[in-house]
């Protein structure tokens, strides 16, 4: 199944997380986002991206016990040799709790905590993220604040089966200017490598 070697028992503690550990790639990709040449337009691209998730083992905070996965993304727009989106992150369960917690990071200036209530053998995983959230929030640099503020983050994952993927997120972005928010959204389709 992957070339992480990890016991039946930390196979077990991660609940709804235990398909992603691996490493995954999918050229399906599709990006909805504001062009960047006009920020009033809409720009679709086709992307391919890699995913790499690895065992983090337990964490302890006290009484509470986290299993997790420490996950890199890369994805390049289809026929560009440089990569247009990088992710750093943990994928976490807190099996007590219930909870499927994503906490990442963007170079472009954003890091996201999101999290959503799960059951430990879903094959669907619901996470969201609010702006001021004292909890599952969301946090940006001073320009994108100012210039594209991200209000919400919702992703839903699907496991299709132990060697296939789906995702689609939608990342909410008050624009300067704008009288609506825009909806980034992105969506793949990947499939096992390791």
Not at 14 to 31: H, I, Q, S
Not at 108 to 118: K, L, N
Not at 166 to 194: A, M, P, S, W
Request: glycine fraction near 8%; hydrophobic fraction near 35%; aromatic fraction near 10%.
């Amino acid at each position: 199944m992957s070339k992480y070697k990890v016991s039946e028992e930390e196979m077990a503690a991660l609940g709804p997380l235990r398909v992603l550990l691996g490493e995954w790639t999918g050229d399906k990709g599709a990006d909805r986002a504001p062009s960047s040449s006009d920020r009033k337009a809409v720009a679709n691209s086709s992307y391919k991206e890699h995913m790499r998730f690895e065992p983090t083992g337990r964490v302890d905070n006290h009484e509470q016990i986290l299993y997790g996965l420490r996950y890199a993304t890369t994805a390049w727009r289809l026929g560009e040799p440089n990569p247009f989106h990088e992710e750093l992150g943990y994928w976490m369960w807190d099996a007590k709790e219930s909870q499927v917690i994503r906490c990442f990071l963007v170079p472009r200036g954003v890091s996201v905590i999101a999290g959503g209530t799960v059951k430990a053998d879903a094959n669907t995983i619901k996470l969201a993220a609010k702006l001021g959230s004292q909890t599952y929030g969301i946090c940006s640099n001073l320009f994108l604040d100012r210039e594209f503020q991200t209000v919400a983050y919702d992703v839903e994952l699907k496991i299709l089966n132990q060697n296939s993927i789906q995702y689609e997120e939608t990342t909410e972005l008050k624009i300067i200017g704008q009288n609506t928010t825009f909806k980034h959204i992105d969506k793949n389709i990947l499939t096992r490598l390791v």
